[in-house]
């Protein structure tokens, strides 16, 4: 982890129409949390809520955040003046994924716990358990975004595909799909803090484990593709 | 004081061959490469600079291949020719964040001084996307130069520039040269080179095609005499009649037809040979240089395109 | 050996006519093959602007780029029209006596698909020649600039709407094969695509505005799926908790806000499909249509005033 490094992309993220979005919509989604408290105090509410916050917000605050530490870089190859120096690819590579991690649980985790808090005051535990769920998964997102964007210049509408389509559409039609779905298995870490959420069958188990798998294959992933990084001309 | 050693490095792209067997020795000193666009100078300082992997041969820094060997870039200082885009960060905190990269125990010293040499240290305060173009310039040598590397590889620093910050850059250059440091800069434009380098390495079409002293070339290209092979209806007659004339040094009858002739005047013998072959009533069938590399080095030194 | 008339060639050939003598005097002419502007007919600005409504829906669709701009939008037009085709296929075996899925209510369910393929494409149309600079060789043209965002929305909107309505021919194709009732077909049908046109417009609107004001494609992508999504999400909540709470004046209100809500809660008044708190009487059923029409208006007029923007900047 090199500091300079963090504190680069930290300033790339906090780049002027990125930021707006970024904190626009956390923001959006405590605004609709007190709107729906105001109007009701039915459980469907709190469920409403919190279904957009973990299957929609969170997974594109993650994408923003990861395509934005790594991608403009990439692309307009600014990224050699930091791989032309003695530090480790992998260093790289983990250094961008904490600032895009940090981002990641600032504006998309922190958000769903405060929301949680706001609608239902006195199952704290419930909102907790949310707050980790979203923890897992928001981790993990981040790294698989990172791993996408120094992949491939498409990285982001992958990552729509993969968290609308596959985790979305498609989880809600196969059963199967929740086994490799992020989103799943955050939802499992939440079911086993709080007995409130309805959990996906997996076990918390393997639910942290695919995680933490996921989350250092793809930040290792994204420190090999850096090593591949070749000099271009003016094309 | 280190040397950069390319030993028969090619580098391909499926049936694209982007370098061809180049072998090449930088040392200490200003070393200008000089080739048409294309012909391979971007990919060779990619390999120098450790950023592509050889696909046959070796590159080496004092021995030490460069790929895969992060510490190499403590002595290797890089310009590389895409525009600075952290149009955010002023010309000092870029320069800085090099300096803190590198890991150095005083990075603010250090920057400050790499900004002196540059002699921009009054603008550094403003933002990049401020700077003019040859200041852009500036600015990456300067990051380059913070942690005083042996190796200095810039690509095309002289890339639309304007003429005084030219002057100013080629000076620049000069003096690192002349402190001890390998400095390579790839170009071009053949008056660049000239002006700077001491030692020139002409890459065309990804093959080496000359090395050494700029008037050196030119009088080895002048001295030694162009190949070529002509067919004609009637070999002996032809080689009679050219042997003749004053551009052509020495003829001699292949065994499979064709005559091959050695010239040193180029630009008479290609206006005589024709006129030659009408006088005696001999058709040519076939003409071709047989000497590639002089050839293209000359057509690109002096013709302008490979 | 030698011809002594190839000896020469000063020397003129005896048998041979003076060729000089075949051209008379003031015949000779050089030709001017420098660059010679054109002085011919031109086409009208609407001309102009058709051609680059044309230009702009190839290209939402990659053609006449790279090989690698095709396969996102056609890789997204088989999914959408996956679910058709198998309709298709069951119905032609089964034989059934009705579409198990209704026209409109077909975009209702790939409506993620549709907002990913909107929301890929319009950076292509919208935020390309704004970021590398050569927005200045449209708007140095005789074309306006006003005319120049109304092309490319156009564009956009008929990409849309090529995604939309496959679908729904393919659907309505199948269905008269099938020898299902032709009036009830075309009936819905007609509703399906005129709600398709509505959806179309608003999403391409939307989505155009995004695109033009971020440059980066990437993060007019997100974006662009954020405000669908995520406000499509919000009405959706809020309609659930008004349809709870006995309120569903205010799920209908809070429908007007979306695009994806405004199609359903049309769809379903018109095509007898359920919804949540749909809208009810014709004075809200006008203002859904009036708030569509309008949405699609009001970002046409956005760009409108950014491309003005660009252009005398």
């Known amino acids: ?235 | 004081m280190s040397t950069l050693t390319i030993d028969r490095a090619s580098r391909w792209y499926g049936n694209v061959v982007a370098v061809n067997g180049i072998s090449m020795t930088v040392r200490p000193g200003v070393t200008g490469l000089l080739g048409p666009n294309g012909a391979g100078k971007t990919t060779l300082i990619a390999l120098m600079s450790g950023f592509l992997a050889p696909s046959a041969g070796t590159v080496t820094l004092d021995g030490q291949p460069i790929w895969r060997h992060t510490d190499a870039y403590r002595l290797i200082g890089l310009v590389p020719e895409r525009e600075l885009s952290f149009g955010y960060l002023t010309g000092r905190q870029f320069v800085l964040a090099n300096a803190e990269l590198h890991g150095l125990a005083d990075a603010g010293a250090a920057a400050e001084r790499a900004l002196e040499i540059v002699e921009m240290t009054e603008p550094a305060g403003r933002r990049i996307g401020t700077y003019s173009k040859g200041m852009r310039q500036r600015v990456k040598l300067a990051s380059a130069l913070v942690h005083d590397p042996a190796v200095l590889l810039l690509d095309e620093p002289f890339n639309g520039v304007d003429p005084r910050q030219r002057l100013h850059l080629m000076t620049l250059l000069r003096r690192m040269g002349a402190q001890g440091r390998t400095v390579l800069f790839s170009s071009h434009i053949l008056e660049e080179v000239e002006q700077v380098a001491r030692q020139i390495e002409v890459v065309v079409s990804g093959r080496h095609a000359a090395s050494g002293d700029f008037g050196q070339i030119r009088r080895l290209m002048t001295d030694r005499p162009v190949q070529y092979v002509v067919t004609a209806d009637d070999d002996r007659a032809l080689a009679a009649a050219l042997i003749a004339e004053p551009s052509v040094v020495a003829v001699s009858l292949r065994r499979g037809g064709g005559v091959d002739v050695s010239v040193a005047d180029f630009g008479s013998f290609t206006v005589r040979l024709p006129q030659v072959a009408r006088q005696h009533g001999i058709r040519v069938l076939e003409l071709m240089p047989t000497d590639e590399s002089l050839e293209s080095v000359f057509s690109y030194l002096v013709g302008g395109q490979a | 050996m030698t011809d002594p008339a190839l000896s020469d060639p000063a020397l003129p050939d005896p048998a041979l006519p003076d060729p000089s003598t075949a051209t008379p005097a003031g015949g000779s002419v050089i030709h001017d093959l420098g660059y010679r502007p054109y002085t011919g007919p031109r086409l009208a600005p609407p001309a102009i602007a058709r051609s680059l409504v044309v230009t702009g829906l190839r290209n939402a669709f990659g053609l006449g780029r790279s090989g690698r701009s095709k396969v996102l939008p056609f890789v997204l037009l088989a999914f959408n029209l996956m679910p058709a085709l198998i309709i298709g296929g069951v119905m032609v075996f089964v034989g059934l006596d009705r579409l198990p899925i209704g026209y409109a209510q077909y975009a209702s369910t790939t409506q993620v698909l549709l907002g990913i393929f909107v929301a890929s494409q319009a950076p292509v149309l919208f935020s390309r020649d704004l970021r590398h600079g050569t927005i200045a060789l449209y708007l140095a043209r005789p074309l306006p600039a006003a005319a120049y965002a109304v092309s490319r929305w156009a564009s956009l909107l008929g990409a849309t709407l090529v995604f939309l309505l496959s679908p729904i021919l393919l659907l309505y194709a199948v269905s008269l094969l099938g020898e299902l009732d032709v009036t009830d077909q075309t009936r819905d049908a007609g509703i399906a695509i005129g709600l398709a046109v509505l959806l179309a417009m608003s999403l391409a609107g939307v989505a155009g505005v995004i695109a033009s004001w971020s440059t980066r494609r990437g993060f007019a992508v997100v974006a662009t799926i954020a405000v669908l999504l995520i406000g499509n999400g919000i009405v959706t909540a809020i309609q659930g908790i008004s349809q709870e709470v006995g309120k569903p004046l205010v799920g209908e209100v809070a429908e007007l806000f979306s695009p994806y809500s405004l199609y359903r809660g049309l769809m379903s008044m018109w095509t007898g499909f359920d919804a949540p708190t749909p809208p009810t009487g014709v004075v809200m059923q006008t203002a859904y249509v009036v708030v569509f029409v309008a949405l699609a208006g009001g970002c046409l007029a956005t760009l409108v005033h950014r491309y003005r923007t660009v252009a005398s900047a």
Do not use: C
């Open chain 1, 1 to 235: 982890m090199n500091a300079t490094i963090a504190r680069l992309s930290t300033q790339a993220l906090i780049g002027r129409r990125r930021g707006l979005v970024l904190v626009l919509i956390p923001a959006v989604l405590l605004v609709l949390a007190v709107v729906v408290r105001l109007l009701t105090d039915d459980p469907a509410g709190y469920d409403a809520v919190t279904e957009l916050a973990f299957t929609l917000a969170l997974p594109l605050v993650a994408l923003l955040a990861a395509t934005a530490v790594l991608g403009p870089e990439v692309d307009d190859g600014s990224i050699v003046y930091l791989l032309s120096k003695p530090i480790s690819r992998h260093r790289i590579a983990v250094s961008k994924f904490v600032v895009a991690w940090a981002a990641t649980l600032l504006l998309g985790v922190l958000p769903l716990f405060v929301a949680g808090v706001v609608l239902d005051g006195s199952d704290l535990r419930r909102a907790l358990a949310w707050g980790v769920g979203a923890a897992v998964a928001g981790t993990a997102y981040t790294a698989l975004f990172l791993g996408l964007a120094a992949f491939t210049r498409h990285a982001v509408v992958v990552g729509l595909l993969f968290a609308l389509l596959w985790e979305g559409v498609l989880s809600s039609v196969l059963d199967g799909i929740r086994w490799v779905s992020i989103g799943a298995w955050g939802r499992e870490v939440a079911a086993r803090i709080s007995p409130s959420i309805t959990g996906e069958d997996l076990g918390m188990g393997y639910a942290v484990v695919a995680a933490v798998l996921v989350t250092v294959g793809a930040v290792w992933f994204a420190g090999d593709r850096l090593r591949s990084f070749t000099l271009r001309g003016d094309e």
